[in-house]
Structure formats: structure tokens, C-alpha cells
């Protein structure tokens, strides 16, 4: 950050480090290992009086000599020249913090060097018992390299006590020093026995070939005890923060993992192979696969431990961006092209901001990603991006997948960054607030007729939730299939209005233009063979049709048809969220027709998905999840959650979120150790949706003003409440839903790096479950009493289901809904579609569009004045919001 660094856009500097360093460690362990076997090979050949090993360990020595002292020497310089280049910061950081180390590293090194040639060149002259004790000297000093160097390399994983102290020791013999010092030194030996093949394989003499190979083997075969009891060792002396996310989380790690243990079998059965009677030629292709495979070995442990340390260089301390942790709030404060002594542009404008877009790449990306290049290249990592998404993305990188640091800066560097990697790496349009392209043209609705003399009856009907949202995904995934509850009461009108449950039925039939919803047919085959198949029940959706009849719930007195399959769709394709039903109630023997009204099933398809993830409208460019929207978020899904969601797809089987996902909803119990769906959902992009309060709910509800559907319907909406008021802001909703999901994978990882707005702490938040537990009105409306100046419901739960406004009764057994219409379509509610298409009722039988029997208009259901309050407190008030619903 602070230096002058080679960049590498096509190549990257990480890949060119890997390159060296993996053959280089490779034969230095080879040296440490190579020294041992040498040493102990002289010993045994003394010992048993053998010339012929005296013969083979000087050739091997020879070789031996070429390899680590040669090609490892050039392959050593060429790590530090390469590092310096790549990653000063960190280099210069080991260096001055470990410099008494590398001053003795170097000293050894020199003995090691010393050692080998006078091995090698007096190998004849020297008496058995010096040129032992040399060969002993040459393996001493190597393996006082590696210890060393361990101390300096495991630190970098595991600095323990040393962020505190800063002290040399501390930092040396960090938590994991010892047990990498000891799998080190076994793996050493393992590849000492891998190399010890290469010279054999090439002696003339079958019986002494053989006799040699077997000794190799017992080098190769017998270091696995050690990897097995050092490397468990190892892997749980790591802190388990740091192995959660490396094994968890960091998709690169399984590769490089199954490298790792592949290789390990596969070197363990070539050691067992070598002890077989083959042909010289076959045991020379055996040696080579063999070095090779170690090679891959080495390269996947390699590659897992230093994947383990991200995303830091040096873990705690120093980010692979070179930006010290201490610098982070100062940074993000006062801007990273500032902080960055090598940066040209220091502050950002419209003609510079791709530019410096370009600069904050290089200096915060370019560690790891490419550009068009061979490996982690940036642009299909990105490439299914709005811009609104590549900000998301900018914005949550780091939270949850610890993996990649955080990206630092101001907003506007934030936005420049984004604007590059959109604009000019991915050639996509810069839309930060996408707005909708069709008009919305009102309707007229029809109301009923209703003769408050004559009449004996108040039929009164009422979606359940306000708003059914229903993805249209289906052929790729299923989250809501289209299923809408419509409930209904029955009043006979009277001086004691009682609610009629028995001798009559209640029917409902879609109005003309939508009885054949068959014409969207991935809607609902796949829903219901995905829905029933699941959940293991019949869902009916298939045979439910546009028509049919209510069912009793004796236990509220309602009747309630549910799963009704209406989509947001004429039969002309034309985008209506709003279809009208007629309902009608009669009795069952005669057939007479007691009430007749009409009410909205509420029901969309403009799910945000593609202000994030890409694509475009699915349908006429209002609505609908298209399949470049969903085959970006399966996408997404498995790559972060390691499913095969995608495929399954590509196969014929989406699959619905419920399988997996709890959801109170629909009453699916999802797999026990996973988060419940609004849960996981709200508490994943609660991380990346940076917007504050509606307008976060905005991006994918569809409840924006000037949106194609605009579901925030209600009297509330006109007195400038807004979702937050009662559900909180998007941090805050996603912390009470986690809280109640406590004990579930991710619940503790997704809370962590969330923070409550709305309270003083996220521990003040009550924990709740969706669909069960909500903001109870009664929070505002204390007696049911107007709301004081700046109402809020957050963090007010109601204690259960049946206390729910959704649910609730009052004394005289009558639904709230059934007078106060739908939630968030509650009395006078606004409709774009239509000024009363949600307020049918009370202009039926009341002439207002407010609550029924509101403004003392009881005699809507009794024939006499009424002068108590029956069904609550404060009845008898005149309404208060008296609003245009225009």
C-alpha cells in the first residue's frame, strides 16, 4: 500500500509467488529430509560394511548437491525478489519485526552450505566417523533453517500473544510453532524417501536396486504416522475462528484440501508399489509420477495454510490489501487514495472517476484478482452485477465471508470502485436506483349494492396477508408458489348481529380476464409438484381453479378458502396485482343468495431480485424473477453454501427454499440445524443492503411508491409511517429473526457483525419468529387510542399467532380484519390501481372508505343506535384519518 509494487493484471503476483515458492518449499524440505537420509544412509552402509551404499550415497549427494543447494539457492532468492515485489509491506514487516531470526536463519544456512561441500568433495578423504559427523553437522544446520523459518511462517497464521506485546518470542513461538515444526519435519522425511527413489532407480544392480528401494520406502511410508498425529495436532491448535472460515466458508479451500489428501493416498500407495518386483523402466515411471504427485502434495498444503491466514497477510495484524487493522477507521474515514503514499489520485470527480476506480483495484484487489487472467479473474466473478449489486457486494465483502477483507474508503471510493468494475471491466450500465417503466393506469371498481333497510345480511371478506408475493421462477426455483388466502364472515344483520357458521356456503369465483391462469404454466406445475412433493401433502394447486368454495374454521367462525392460484396476470398477460373476486354467500338447501361483495386478492410477482443480481423484468418489463435473476442467485447460493442447487435445476428439479428453510408460512419445518427462511434471507443481505430504513425494504418488497404494485396499501402509508416503524430497519429486523434462531448453523456468524440502529444494543432486541410474532398494534393504538406523535410497534412483539391483527378477534367473536381490511392494506387504504379497489367493503356498505362501523356507523350490522362500546374501546370516537385514498 505504502510502496511500490509490480502489478500483474493478467498474471496477478499471487499466482507468480505460488509458482516459486511451492517448488522451492518442496526442495527445501527435501534439504532438511535429504540431510537426515544422507547421515543415517553413511551410517548404515558403515555399519554393515556395504560399499555399494557408500557408492550410492555419493551419487545421491551429487544430485542431492545440484538440487538444494542450486536450484533451491536460485529458487530461495527468487522468493524474496518476487515477495518484494509483490508484497512489500508484509516482507518489510517480517523483516524488521524478525530480524534477529533471519540474521541467524542466515548462519545456519551458511553451515548448511559449508557442510554439503565438504561432504561432497571429501567424501573420500574424510575418515568414516567425520565424514558421519559432517553429514550429521549438514542435517543439524538444515533443520535449524526450518525451524526458524517455521517460527516466521506459523506466525503469520497464528501471532498469538505478539499483537499485544509485539515481543520477539511471543511472535516465534507462536500456538501452532510447534506442531507445524514437527509435521514439517515428517513431511521432510516422507520427501527425502520420494527424492531417495530418483538415484535408485537408476543403479544398475536388480538385487541391490531392490534392496535400496525397499529403504526408500520405509522414508516414505513410515513419516505418515507423524502427518497423521502432527497434522491433527496442527489443524486444532489453529483458532477455531480461523478454521471455521477457511473449511466453512472459503470455497477455495476443498480443492486444495482434497490435493492434499488424494496426494497423500496416492503417495502412500506408491511406497507400497516400490516395494514390488517391477522392471527398472517401471520403477522409473513410478519415481517420476511419484515426485510429481509429492510436488502436488506439497503444493496443497501450501495452499491451505496460507488460504487459512485470509484475509489477512498476517493474521489479525495485516489484511493482504498491505493495510494494517489499526488503520482501518482512519482509512475509512478520510479516503484510501489519501492513505495510499503511491497513488496519483488523491480525490474523485466525475472526470477522474473511472480512473480512480482503476486505482482502488489495483490497490485493493489486484492481491488476488486478475483481470482477464488465469486465476481468480475478476470479471466472471462479477460480471452478473448491476451496479446497485457490485456496491452490495462492495459494501458486505468481509462480514460474513471473513475470507476477503473489507473494502476500504469513503462512499464515493466505494462508488468509484464499483462504477469501474461495472462500467468498464463488465461493460454494464451504471443504474444505481432502477425506476419502473410502466405506467400504472386506474381502474374504476365497481361497488356492490347494499340496502342497509332491507338487507339482513354483511358479508365481509379479506385477504390474509395483504400482499401474497409468489416467485415465478419455478423451472429454477420455487420460494412462494401462487397460493392466496381469502377469509370470510358471515353477519346477520339484527338489535344482536350474531356471525352465521352453519346453513350456509360462501363461494368465490375471479372476475372476467383471469380464470385461466394455465397460461403462465410454470407457475403452478412446477409449484405444485415442487410444493406438495416436499412438504409431503397435497397442495391442491392444480385443482383448486379460479372458483370454488369456502371451508368453515370453526375454531375463529371464518370461512377461508385457501391456495386460490391466482397470479398477478390477465389472461392477456397485462400486469394486475390487484384481481378482483366475487364472493357470494347463500344457503345451503334453498340456494338463496343472502350477501354478495367483492374483494382484492393481492398478489405479486415484482420481487427485486434483479436490482442486485442482474437481469431483466420477466414479464413485459414490469414483473417477475427472469432466468438470468434466478440462475444468478442459484449460482450464488452454491458457491456460498456449497449446493448444487444449479444443477439439480438444469435437471428438471428445482427445488423449493421451504425444503431446506423452516417457513411458519406455509407450515414447512426445513431441516432442523438450518435457519429458518426469513432468517436466512433477511439475515444474509442485511450485511450487503447498505440503504437506510424503507428504502431497504424497498429493493426487493414490492412496496416502493412509484413501483409497479406498491403494496403498501394503508391508512399508515398516508401518515408517513413506514415499514420500519414497525418491522425496524433492515439490521435490526434481521437481528430479532436471528435471535430466535440461536443454536442453528449461521445464526451466531450472520449476528456477529450485525449492529442494532434503533436501540442502544442488539441484546435489546426481542427475539421473534416470522409469520408468528409481529408488531402488535396495541403497542401504538395503547386502548385502542390514537397512536402518540411518533409511533413504533418495533420491538413489540405480540405474544403468539392468535394475537396477531391478522388473527385476532374481538369480544363478539369478529375478526379485526373483517372491519379494518387487510394488514398493510388497512382502511382508508390507497390503491394505484383503482382510488377503492381495496376498500370495496366500507364504500359498500357504508358510502367511506373507512373502517367499517367507523364515524358511528354502527347500523351497518345492528338495526338499533348503538351507545357502548362492544367490540372495543374507543368505537364510538369519529375517525381521525381522514385522508384522500386518491
Not at 42 to 59: C, F, M, P, S, T
Not at 216 to 224: D, G, H, Q
Not at 309 to 320: A, G, L, T, W
Request: hydrophobic share 40%; proline share 5%; glycine share 8%.
Amino acid at each position: 500500500m505504502n510502496y511500490p509494487y509490480w502489478d500483474l493484471p493478467q498474471i496477478g503476483g499471487a499466482s507468480l509467488i505460488a509458482l516459486i515458492s511451492i517448488v522451492h518449499v518442496y526442495v527445501a524440505h527435501l534439504a532438511v529430509g535429504g540431510g537426515a537420509f544422507i547421515w543415517l544412509t553413511d551410517l548404515k552402509g558403515a555399519r554393515e560394511k556395504n560399499v555399494k551404499i557408500h557408492q550410492y550415497i555419493r551419487k545421491y549427494t551429487w544430485f542431492f548437491l545440484l538440487l538444494t543447494m542450486i536450484f533451491g539457492g536460485v529458487t530461495g532468492v527468487g522468493i524474496w525478489f518476487i515477495i518484494a515485489l509483490v508484497h512489500p509491506s508484509a516482507t518489510s514487516s517480517l523483516i524488521h519485526y524478525f530480524v534477529f531470526g533471519w540474521a541467524i536463519e542466515w548462519v545456519f544456512f551458511l553451515g548448511e552450505i559449508t557442510a554439503l561441500l565438504v561432504y561432497h568433495y571429501k567424501f573420500d578423504q574424510l575418515s568414516h566417523r567425520n565424514r558421519h559427523r559432517v553429514a550429521f553437522l549438514y542435517f543439524l544446520f538444515a533443520w535449524l533453517s526450518l525451524f526458524i523459518i517455521n517460527g516466521i511462517l506459523s506466525f503469520m497464521l497464528t501471532p498469538g500473544k505478539w499483537l499485544v506485546t509485539q515481543n520477539f518470542w511471543h511472535g516465534f513461538l507462536n500456538p501452532t510453532f510447534l506442531p507445524s515444526l514437527l509435521f514439517r519435519t515428517s513431511a521432510a522425511a516422507m520427501i527425502a524417501g520420494l527424492f531417495g527413489y530418483v538415484t535408485v532407480v537408476f543403479e544398475q544392480g536388480a538385487s541391490f536396486r531392490r534392496t535400496m528401494l525397499r529403504y526408500c520406502s520405509k522414508w516414505t511410508l513410515f513419516p505418515f504416522l507423524g502427518l497423521v498425529i502432527f497434522g491433527a495436532w496442527y489443524l486444532f491448535s489453529i483458532p477455531k475462528h480461523i478454521s471455521t472460515i477457511t473449511f466453512n466458508f472459503n470455497p477455495q479451500t476443498i480443492p486444495f484440501v482434497y490435493t492434499l489428501l488424494i496426494s497423500s493416498i496416492l503417495i502412500f500407495i506408491g511406497g507400497i508399489a516400490a516395494l514390488l518386483k517391477a522392471k527398472q523402466s517401471t520403477q522409473k515411471m513410478l519415481t517420476f509420477v511419484l515426485v510429481i504427485i509429492g510436488l502436488a502434495w506439497m503444493g496443497g498444503f501450501e495452499y491451505v495454510r496460507e488460504i487459512a491466514r485470509k484475509p489477512y497477510v498476517i493474521n489479525d495484524f495485516m489484511f493482504s490489501t498491505s493495510v494494517l487493522k489499526s488503520d482501518v477507521d482512519q482509512i475509512n474515514q478520510t479516503g484510501l487514495l489519501k492513505y495510499a503514499k503511491w497513488s496519483k489520485i488523491k480525490e474523485i470527480n466525475d472526470e477522474n472517476r473511472i480512473e480512480a476506480g482503476s486505482e482502488l483495484f489495483r490497490l485493493q484487489c489486484s492481491g488476488c484478482h486478475t483481470i482477464n487472467g488465469i486465476r481468480n479473474d475478476i470479471i466472471p466473478r462479477t460480471h452478473m452485477f448491476t451496479y446497485m449489486g457490485m456496491l452490495a457486494q462492495l459494501d458486505g465483502q468481509g462480514k460474513v465471508l471473513k475470507y476477503m477483507p473489507r473494502v476500504l474508503g469513503t462512499e464515493e471510493e466505494k462508488k468509484a470502485l464499483a462504477a469501474y468494475i461495472v462500467l468498464e471491466l463488465n461493460d454494464k450500465e451504471l443504474i444505481e436506483n432502477p425506476e419502473p417503466s410502466k405506467p400504472i393506469i386506474p381502474e374504476t371498481t365497481a361497488i356492490p349494492p347494499f340496502n342497509s333497510r332491507t338487507d339482513q345480511y354483511v358479508l365481509l371478506v379479506w385477504n390474509d396477508l395483504g400482499m401474497h408475493c409468489i416467485s415465478d421462477s419455478d423451472p429454477w426455483f420455487v420460494i412462494l408458489p401462487p397460493a392466496n388466502t381469502l377469509e370470510a364472515q358471515l353477519i346477520r344483520r339484527g338489535t344482536r348481529p350474531e356471525i352465521v357458521t352453519d346453513g350456509v356456503e360462501i363461494t368465490y369465483a375471479v372476475q372476467k380476464g383471469f380464470e385461466n391462469p394455465s397460461k403462465h404454466v410454470d407457475f403452478w406445475e412446477y409449484a405444485d409438484r415442487i410444493f406438495g412433493a416436499k412438504l409431503g401433502k397435497d397442495t391442491g394447486l392444480a385443482g383448486t381453479g379460479m372458483s370454488g368454495a369456502f371451508e368453515l374454521d370453526d375454531y375463529t367462525a371464518t370461512f377461508v378458502a385457501e391456495k386460490i392460484p391466482v397470479v398477478p396476470y390477465s389472461d392477456n398477460g397485462t400486469y394486475q396485482p390487484y384481481p378482483i373476486f366475487d364472493i357470494e354467500a347463500r344457503e345451503t338447501e334453498s340456494g338463496e343468495l343472502l350477501a354478495a361483495t367483492k374483494v382484492v386478492a393481492p398478489v405479486s410477482t415484482e420481487m427485486g431480485c434483479r436490482n442486485c443480481h442482474g437481469g431483466d423484468w420477466r414479464w413485459n418489463n414490469t414483473s417477475g424473477l427472469s432466468e438470468e435473476t434466478a440462475i444468478n442467485i442459484l449460482k450464488a447460493h452454491d458457491r456460498i453454501n456449497r449446493t448444487d442447487l444449479y444443477d439439480q435445476a438444469r435437471k428438471g428439479k428445482p427445488q423449493l427454499c421451504q425444503n431446506c428453510h423452516a417457513d411458519p408460512a406455509m407450515g414447512a419445518a426445513g431441516k432442523a440445524d438450518l435457519l429458518n427462511l426469513s432468517a436466512a434471507l433477511h439475515g444474509w443481505h442485511a450485511h450487503y443492503l447498505a440503504k437506510e430504513g424503507a428504502e431497504a425494504c424497498m429493493l426487493c418488497h414490492p412496496s416502493h411508491p412509484t413501483g409497479n404494485t406498491r403494496c403498501s396499501r394503508s391508512v399508515h402509508v398516508k401518515k408517513g409511517i413506514k415499514c420500519t416503524d414497525c418491522h425496524g430497519n433492515f439490521a435490526d429486523h434481521a437481528i430479532a429473526l436471528l435471535k430466535d434462531q440461536q443454536g442453528r448453523r449461521s445464526a451466531e456468524l450472520l449476528l456477529e457483525a450485525l449492529e442494532a440502529t434503533q436501540v442502544a444494543s442488539k441484546e435489546e432486541i426481542n427475539p421473534r419468529t416470522p409469520w408468528l410474532k409481529l408488531p402488535d398494534c396495541l403497542s401504538c393504538h395503547v386502548d385502542y387510542d390514537k397512536p402518540g406523535e411518533h409511533p413504533s410497534s418495533f420491538n413489540k412483539w405480540t405474544p403468539g399467532p392468535y394475537a396477531l391483527y391478522r388473527n385476532r378477534t374481538d369480544r363478539s367473536g369478529t375478526r379485526c380484519t373483517a372491519c379494518h381490511g387487510s394488514p398493510h392494506a388497512e382502511y382508508p387504504a390507497t390503491n394505484a390501481y383503482g382510488p377503492n379497489r381495496d376498500n370495496i367493503q366500507p364504500m359498500q356498505y357504508t358510502g367511506e372508505p373507512y373502517p367499517i362501523g367507523s364515524n358511528e356507523k354502527c347500523e351497518v350490522c345492528h338495526i338499533q343506535e348503538m351507545k357502548f362500546e362492544i367490540h372495543h374501546h374507543n368505537l364510538l370516537k369519529m375517525f381521525r384519518n381522514k385522508v384522500s385514498v386518491h
